[in-house]
């Protein structure tokens, strides 16, 4: 069966420092990718899809980036975190429109 | 592009009552609607999704209804239990192949109170 891994789990990081994020699935090949962003009272973001390596769709400009150096391997991306950087974040697998959710990342940039 | 409203942000009912989460889309042309359950601290999880060809879907204790002529589907919840609080999320589908069209409503709080 196919499982999504995602961490770290909780992150805290200063303003202007990196950002790297991973995601890997197991269990399919060439899964459509997801990143989204959960922030209080305002729902699930999309940040950026992957339909397959080195292919990277961005749904909303931003501070941040993502990669897909691997079939299987989606990674969320920053230079230098801004406060407004800070939420939950989600890395997602499609099977056609349903979403299969890792177990996201709590990002409290200070 | 579509818009996605739901409500109530936050609803409350006695254990054992029904609940009903109701959303609203903007764009005609979305034909795929699923609901994502997330429990404090965890992933959201689908629970059940309807397609704009039905009216209707059931599974257990939860129901979905369309109403393409208005451009809204509610949530239906019913002989609630503790297990059933959580935040709940709508959204709506104009893509015909991944999830990447999916719009999400911005969610909706139940409580079930003992």
């Known amino acids: 069966s196919q499982t999504i891994h995602q961490w770290p789990a909780t992150l805290v990081q200063p303003v202007g420092s990196p950002l790297s994020l991973e995601c890997t699935v197991e269990g399919t090949s060439n899964p459509n990718l997801y990143w989204y962003r959960q922030a209080a009272g305002r729902g699930l973001q999309l940040l950026f899809y992957s339909v397959g390596i080195g292919q990277i769709s961005s749904e909303v400009p931003q501070n941040l980036s993502a990669s897909r150096p691997q079939d299987r391997q989606f990674i969320l991306s920053s230079k230098k975190l801004l406060l407004s950087d800070s939420g939950f974040y989600l890395c997602?697998?499609?099977?056609?429109?349903?979403?299969?959710f890792g177990s996201g990342t709590q990002l409290s940039v200070l | 592009g579509e818009n996605v409203e739901q409500h109530p942000s936050t609803l409350s009912v006695q254990e054992g009552d029904s609940a009903v989460i109701k959303c609203t889309y903007s764009?005609?042309?979305?034909?795929?609607f699923p609901w994502y359950k997330q429990e404090l601290g965890k992933r959201p999880q689908l629970i059940i999704d309807i397609r704009s060809n039905v009216g209707e879907k059931k599974d257990q204790r939860i129901a979905v209804t369309l109403n393409k002529t208005a451009k809204h589907f509610s949530l239906h919840i019913t002989e609630t239990q503790p297990e059933d609080s959580a935040v709940y999320f709508c959204a709506a589908s104009t893509s015909g192949g991944g999830a990447d069209g999916l719009t999400f409503g911005k969610g909706t709080h139940l409580i079930i109170q003992p």
């Open positions: 764009d005609s042309a979305s034909n795929y």
């Open positions: 997602a697998w499609g099977l056609g429109e349903k979403l299969f």
